[in-house]
């Protein structure tokens, strides 16, 4: 059994009824919408989103769910799955996990049109039940995420990012959505504002990991559908890039950034700026990092009883830092 099977399992029923009641809250009376839905729900990826809502819930509420929690998983999807379409409008993209984007089979104003359509959907699936508390939850992690790309674009043209700033921007860009389904798997069974928060504290943690894995995948050869120095290409300015940064000569330093800003389409000047990190030891440093965040996090469920969902989520924390893609 692979790993994702195995931190599913003592939700999988949970995750197939999740699926039926996801797919009807899309659904629309226009024809073209249907089959663009139907399309969105046939490419889904590992569904990390809704299995940390169910885990988070059952561990807090002794395997037990309602509907509440399908309802905030539904609506965490939808809106989610609204920001990513938009996204592929956004960066031009055309692919989205080896499917074509959207944009790429309907064009950017469907596309656009989708996402807000999705958008207004997870919002009236939260307001026609009246769970404004998780309805909150998930539009304040938006307004961050929002936040956290116009903060990467603004600072990116400067590639002065300090380690404080780096955290801040993938916080809110990555770190804030994992962080809203877990308080949202909490809120859906329990009032307890120290519980919920416990758990959105949780959420972040795992993914400020998640981001520094994904920002490692850049340096390194193994295949994971991504191609090495892709975010160099990009300009992004990464955990691994920062340290060397911060930890070299004014002389480094000017070639590092000039090779980033201006050479960044050739392959040979990549290399060497991925060389680079590696012998500034920005690798191992984001590692160290990496493995506090994924320490803080288990911290966290030390004091939950044992079940098969803490043990799951135990599983999903380690995931995060071992996957390799």
Same mark, same amino acid.
């Given at each position: 059994m &692979?790993?994702?099977?195995?931190?599913?399992?003592?939700?999988q029923?949970?995750?197939?009824?999740?699926?039926?009641?996801?797919?009807?809250?899309?659904?629309?009376?226009?024809?073209?919408?249907?089959?663009?839905?139907?399309?969105?729900?046939?490419?889904?990826?590992?569904?990390?989103?809704?299995?940390?809502?169910?885990l988070?819930?059952?561990?807090l509420?002794?395997?037990?769910?309602?509907?509440?929690?399908?309802?905030?998983?539904?609506v965490?999807?939808?809106?989610?799955?609204?920001?990513?379409?938009?996204?592929?409008?956004?960066?031009?993209?055309?692919?989205?996990?080896?499917? *074509?984007?959207? &944009?790429?089979?309907?064009?950017?104003?469907?596309?656009?049109?989708?996402?807000?359509?999705?958008?207004?959907?997870?919002l009236?699936?939260?307001?026609?039940?009246?769970d404004?508390?998780?309805?909150?939850?998930?539009?304040?992690?938006?307004?961050?995420?929002?936040?956290?790309?116009?903060?990467q674009?603004?600072?990116?043209?400067?590639?002065?990012?300090?380690?404080?700033?780096?955290?801040?921007?993938?916080?809110?860009?990555?770190?804030?959505?994992?962080?809203?389904?877990?308080?949202?798997?909490?809120?859906?069974?329990?009032?307890?504002?120290?519980l919920?928060?416990?758990?959105?504290?949780?959420?972040?943690?795992?993914?400020?990991? *998640?981001?520094?894995?994904?920002?490692?995948?850049?340096?390194?050869?193994?295949?994971?559908?991504?191609?090495?120095?892709?975010?160099i290409?990009?300009?992004?300015?990464?955990?691994?890039?920062?340290?060397?940064?911060?930890?070299?000569?004014?002389?480094?330093?000017?070639?590092c950034i000039?090779?980033?800003?201006?050479?960044?389409?050739?392959?040979?000047?990549?290399?060497?700026?991925i060389?680079?990190?590696?012998?500034?030891n920005?690798?191992?440093?984001?590692?160290?990092k990496?493995v506090?965040?994924?320490?803080?996090?288990? &911290?966290l469920?030390?004091?939950?009883p044992?079940?098969?969902?803490?043990?799951?989520?135990?599983?999903?924390? &380690?995931?995060?830092?071992?996957?390799k893609?």
């Amino acid at each position: 059994m &692979n790993i994702t099977s195995q931190i599913k399992k003592p939700i999988q029923k949970d995750m197939e009824l999740f699926e039926r009641k996801f797919y009807e809250s899309m659904t629309s009376k226009i024809a073209l919408l249907n089959r663009i839905t139907y399309y969105i729900v046939n490419r889904k990826g590992k569904q990390m989103r809704p299995m940390f809502v169910f885990l988070v819930a059952k561990m807090l509420n002794n395997g037990r769910l309602n509907e509440r929690t399908f309802r905030g998983a539904s609506v965490i999807e939808l809106i989610h799955t609204a920001t990513l379409v938009h996204d592929d409008v956004v960066d031009d993209s055309n692919r989205r996990r080896g499917f *074509f984007s959207i &944009n790429a089979l309907w064009k950017n104003k469907i596309a656009v049109l989708v996402g807000d359509f999705l958008l207004s959907k997870g919002l009236l699936l939260s307001i026609d039940n009246g769970d404004f508390d998780l309805l909150r939850i998930i539009s304040v992690a938006v307004r961050e995420m929002s936040e956290g790309e116009l903060l990467q674009i603004e600072k990116a043209r400067r590639l002065d990012i300090t380690e404080d700033i780096y955290y801040e921007i993938i916080r809110q860009k990555t770190a804030t959505l994992i962080a809203a389904c877990c308080a949202l798997g909490a809120k859906s069974v329990s009032e307890d504002e120290i519980l919920v928060e416990k758990m959105r504290n949780f959420g972040e943690l795992i993914g400020m990991a *998640f981001q520094i894995k994904d920002d490692l995948f850049d340096y390194t050869d193994e295949a994971i559908g991504k191609p090495t120095g892709i975010d160099i290409k990009e300009q992004k300015m990464t955990l691994p890039l920062i340290y060397a940064l911060n930890n070299c000569s004014d002389k480094e330093k000017s070639w590092c950034i000039n090779s980033i800003k201006n050479h960044n389409k050739d392959k040979k000047r990549v290399k060497e700026v991925i060389q680079f990190v590696k012998d500034k030891n920005g690798l191992h440093y984001a590692e160290e990092k990496m493995v506090y965040f994924q320490h803080q996090a288990l &911290n966290l469920l030390q004091d939950f009883p044992v079940s098969d969902y803490k043990e799951s989520l135990t599983l999903m924390v &380690n995931y995060v830092i071992e996957r390799k893609k």
